[in-house]
């Protein structure tokens, strides 16, 4: 076990306890909230973190498997990155003019992504879709979105759920409330399922001559495209008109350097990209054909930070690492690794959990469990990994940092774990054994 097994971060939850207070929910994003996790167990902040480990502000190491929700593909602290943007940051980072490494960028993302002939920067993946349906809408003339996946905080996504509380209930989560969305975009988000074409032709038949664009995760969390589904997606928005715009803020650089519509040899209209696109530093960018990203130079889409020279350098110093490093083969490798041991050894304990999905973004199932035992054996399995010092939960974001060293601490982790969990399915002890609960909250679906 490492050193943080058995011991809380006290001075982590003191500080929590007052920004519960100052800042609302606690947190910016909400899959970083503790609560999520193991409440007590989990670290709610970080001191400094260097390839797959970070540290709390008790001094305990941890060896993550979230990495930054998938932003940290190269590890933190990347020392190419960093020296990249060390480097720009001595040169100035943000001007009245705009900086070359805007093009230099360009390029290389029209280098690596099949649909990117021209790109805008933002900040983050919300962003960059809502900038992306923004310029759908404005060169189709069209209002309606139909979209299917997880897209962000932004009035058009959160709109769905002005109709019906329940329309994003297997996209984002249950229970949204669309609070302080405008009551006059109601009808204009409406969702279709993945993997079912007939539910996409149903809403365009349904609307026929007011779809925008079709929005989707090209891969979902664990479950990937049935065969000629994401073909049929691009045959059916060519058809009525609509422009395909593929969500590759989890997926980009993940699946491939093309991301997945490399992958799964698909081409969309307009691409979205985030997280792992510049390793941690704020970034974000929409990539698209020509025809249709060039009705942007005449829309108000401006923003004084979104060329700032940070963010473009660890962009392209990003995806040079990622090339020359093979990245996305070298997590794929170690996420095959993970996805083997923790099935054998799951089937080995008789213990219904299992690792699916695409090796470089691992997705954590179970398997022919009552679903009033799920929430108790997943905070089990989240509570044991803590006390042993790795931070995860029922996902896995593979990094350039994970390697045999780290799999072999995962191994032995599961190896003292997995008879754990079996003897709590056995006796329901669930009390008696767990420090604390997790409480609802996001949470993407898998699978």
């Keep these: 076990m490492s050193k943080a097994a058995g011991r809380r971060p006290d001075r982590g939850y003191a500080l929590y306890q007052e920004a519960l207070e100052r800042i609302p929910g606690g947190t910016q994003l909400i899959s970083r909230r503790p609560q999520l996790y193991s409440p007590g167990l989990t670290p709610p902040y970080v001191s400094r973190g260097k390839g797959a480990r970070f540290w709390d502000l008790d001094g305990n190491v941890y060896l993550d498997l979230m990495m930054c929700v998938g932003a940290s593909i190269l590890g933190y602290a990347d020392d190419a990155v960093d020296a990249a943007v060390v480097a720009q940051i001595r040169n100035g980072t943000a001007f009245s003019v705009s900086s070359p490494l805007e093009v230099e960028l360009a390029r290389e993302?029209?280098?690596?992504?099949?649909?990117?002939?021209?790109?805008?920067?933002?900040?983050?993946?919300?962003?960059?879709?809502?900038?992306?349906?923004r310029i759908a809408r404005g060169v189709t003339g069209r209002d309606k979105v139909l979209f299917c996946g997880y897209h962000g905080w932004h009035d058009w996504y959160l709109a769905a759920n002005l109709e019906s509380d329940e329309a994003l209930d297997s996209h984002l989560l249950p229970g949204i409330r669309p609070q302080g969305v405008p009551q006059g975009l109601a009808g204009t988000a409406l969702p279709f399922r993945y993997n079912d074409l007939s539910s996409l032709e149903a809403q365009l038949e349904r609307h026929r001559g007011q779809i925008a664009c079709i929005i989707m995760e090209p891969a979902r969390g664990a479950s990937l495209p049935a065969p000629g589904f994401l073909e049929g997606v691009r045959r059916l928005a060519t058809a009525h008109g609509a422009v395909l715009i593929f969500d590759e803020v989890v997926t980009g650089f993940r699946l491939a350097l093309g991301g997945a519509q490399e992958r799964f040899g698909v081409v969309p209209d307009m691409a979205t990209y985030a997280k792992a696109i510049s390793n941690g530093y704020a970034m974000g960018a929409v990539a698209g054909r020509r025809e249709v990203m060039q009705a942007a130079s005449e829309m108000f889409i401006s923003s004084t930070y979104w060329s700032d020279a940070v963010g473009l350098a660890a962009s392209l110093a990003t995806i040079r690492e990622l090339r020359r490093r093979d990245v996305p083969a070298r997590i794929g490798a170690f996420g095959q690794a993970f996805q083997d041991l923790f099935n054998g050894l799951a089937q080995d304990h008789g213990v219904p959990l299992y690792a699916t999905g695409l090796p470089q973004l691992i997705g954590i199932g179970y398997r022919d469990l009552a679903p009033e035992l799920r929430r108790p054996l997943k905070d089990y399995y989240v509570q044991e990994l803590t006390r042993r010092g790795i931070f995860g939960s029922l996902s896995v974001n593979p990094c350039a940092a994970h390697g045999d060293d780290e799999l072999a601490e995962i191994e032995q982790a599961l190896r003292e774990i997995f008879p754990l969990?079996?003897?709590?399915?056995?006796?329901?002890?669930?009390?008696?054994?767990?420090?604390?609960?997790?409480?609802?909250?996001f949470r993407r679906q898998v699978g």
Excluded at 113 to 127: H, L, N, Q, S, T
């Design 421 to 441: 969990l079996r003897a709590a399915l056995r006796e329901g002890d669930w009390e008696s054994r767990l420090v604390a609960r997790s409480v609802d909250a």
């Design 109 to 133: 993302l029209a280098a690596v992504i099949p649909c990117a002939e021209m790109v805008r920067y933002c900040k983050g993946g919300g962003e960059a879709n809502a900038i992306a349906v």
